[in-house]
């Protein structure tokens, strides 16, 4: 069974446009995190959510709108997408947000999702 | 100076060679760190946790120094298929709360 996962995988678009990208995960944590990889590889991160909860917002421009309905699901709409917004978007889940007692703070990815704007 | 810092590499190296990378930080109040890998166009997935001890997975050796905020990952008897990207990944405090930062990666060939 896939841990986390992504919709749709890839996603080519014109400029202007808006779209969504979800996320699930079945492993029953309690945080989930967006992050961008540019076509430099580097991987940032985004969003973070804990309990539906938004608790991390890395100066992403506010087209970008993160949205919790549920632990399980964090879904990424994007307005007015522009040329720069071109990269690999990865959902990701931790049980905890850092270790405490013991705690685990391993992030899962999902398989991300390709998004093209054109 | 960056966060997190790698030598991006290509390390091209024979099939069972010994091969280390390196990766410094500079928050020192990060708390827990990790080696992830990354395939090409796949996800990152976690390669191992680094504790402050040092660790051992098989050919795989993470060593932590608090001291020198460095992080280094040994492989030992490389094979083709250990050929990736190695994401040096540190969570810590900030201004926004706890997060992961990630490292450039520092990609390895493998080759026959």
């Known amino acids: 069974d896939t841990a986390v996962s992504q919709t749709p995988k890839y996603l080519v678009t014109q400029m202007g446009n808006d779209k969504s990208i979800k996320c699930e995960q079945n492993l029953g944590h309690d945080t989930m995190y967006w992050y961008k990889q540019d076509s430099k590889k580097f991987l940032k991160i985004m969003f973070s959510y804990n309990n539906k909860e938004l608790i991390i917002n890395e100066t992403v421009p506010n087209r970008f709108s993160p949205k919790s309905p549920d632990k399980a699901h964090l879904n990424l709409h994007i307005n007015s997408l522009e040329l720069g917004d071109s990269a690999v978007y990865f959902c990701?889940?931790?049980?905890?947000?850092?270790?405490?007692?013991?705690?685990?703070?391993?992030?899962?990815f999902g398989p991300g999702t390709r998004l093209t704007v054109l | 100076r960056k966060e997190v810092e790698q030598d991006p590499g290509p390390f091209n190296v024979p099939e069972g060679a010994t091969v280390a990378f390196n990766c410094t930080y500079s928050n020192s109040a990060s708390q827990s760190f990790f080696w992830y890998r990354q395939d090409c166009r796949k996800e990152p997935k976690l390669l191992m946790s680094v504790y402050s001890s040092g660790n051992e997975d098989g050919r795989f050796t993470a060593q932590l120094n608090r001291a020198s905020q460095y992080i280094s990952l040994l492989i030992r008897d490389s094979k083709l298929s250990d050929s990736a990207t190695y994401l040096c990944v540190v969570n810590g405090v900030t201004g926004g709360g706890n997060k992961l930062t990630f490292g450039t990666g520092t990609q390895l060939k493998v080759e026959l």
């Open positions: 990701a889940s931790s049980q905890e947000i850092l270790e405490l007692a013991g705690g685990d703070d391993t992030q899962y």
